[in-house]
């Protein structure tokens, strides 16, 4: 595989898909193919799990161990389909979360046995690993409310989750970024569009 592999990390509304799009565009203006995809979805049957997973009708239906397999099987499906052809193509990926939220959601919101999360993800993606995470840092009070506006005013069945949940899952992200210092660009989400947008392009044309 010659191809980069970036992810895109945060908790709700930090501003990850703003800056997929923005990246994206700049690399393609740069003559690089560049798919660009999500998690959970991303493939036929991820959007199915997708929509399964956000449903806020589910609210009761969907067990903790349940949800960890869903985001799995996504992230099987996603990998086999289209990260792994394109990364071999030599391509440009950037995903939109990928096993960083397991660790983060799963592991630390549902407070899912970390050795569970971890053999599981070993199985799912094997040795496949992003070469550079964005983690947009973000208060978890301020990104309810982005989301909450973005979505007028509607949350789906994870972002229903509780406050002291999402700042489980910010502090894990910071944690997760200390461990992999190589890895992860941690930025301050609560800079301007247009800053992020400088910092991600400055950290990735110093990859090529
Ligand atoms: N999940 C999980 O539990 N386990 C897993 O393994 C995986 C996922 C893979 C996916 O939701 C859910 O699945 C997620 C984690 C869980 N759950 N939650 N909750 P998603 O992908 O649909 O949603 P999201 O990842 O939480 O992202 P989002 O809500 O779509 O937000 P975003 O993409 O990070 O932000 P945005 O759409 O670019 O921006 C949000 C708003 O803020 C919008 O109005 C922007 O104009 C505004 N914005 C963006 N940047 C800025 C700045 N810099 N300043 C001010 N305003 C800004």
């Known amino acids: 595989m010659n191809g980069y592999f970036i992810t895109f990390e945060g908790s709700e509304g930090c501003g990850k898909t703003t800056q997929i799009e923005a ?12 798919l660009i995809t999500r998690e959970p979805g991303g493939t036929l049957i991820g959007e199915k799990i997708r929509n399964l997973l956000q449903d806020p009708s589910h ?4 067990s903790d161990m349940t949800e960890l397999l869903l985001f799995s099987a996504s992230r099987a499906e996603l990998i086999t389909s289209r990260i792994q052809p394109a990364l071999a193509r030599g391509e440009i990926v950037i995903c939109d979360r990928f ?12 407070a899912i046995d970390m050795n569970i999360v971890e053999q ?4 799912t993606v094997g040795t496949l690993k992003p070469d550079l995470t964005i983690l947009l840092d973000l208060d978890a009070k301020i990104g309810i409310e982005r989301a909450k506006s973005r979505q007028s005013g509607e949350l789906d069945r ?15 992200y910071l944690e ?22 400088k910092i991600i392009w400055d950290t990735v044309v110093d990859q090529f």
Do not use: C, H, M, W
């Open 23 to 34: 990246l994206a565009k700049a690399l393609e203006a740069q003559g690089k193919t560049v």
């Open 59 to 62: 609210k009761n239906d969907i």
């Open 99 to 110: 096993y960083d939220s397991t660790f983060v959601y799963q592991g630390l919101g549902r």
């Open 120 to 123: 599981l993800n070993q199985i």
């Open 158 to 172: 994870i972002e229903n989750e509780s406050l002291a949940f999402f700042e489980a899952v910010r502090n894990g």
């Open 176 to 197: 997760l970024a200390k461990k992999e210092p190589e890895r992860f660009k941690t930025i301050d989400g609560l800079l301007s569009v247009d800053a992020i947008k």
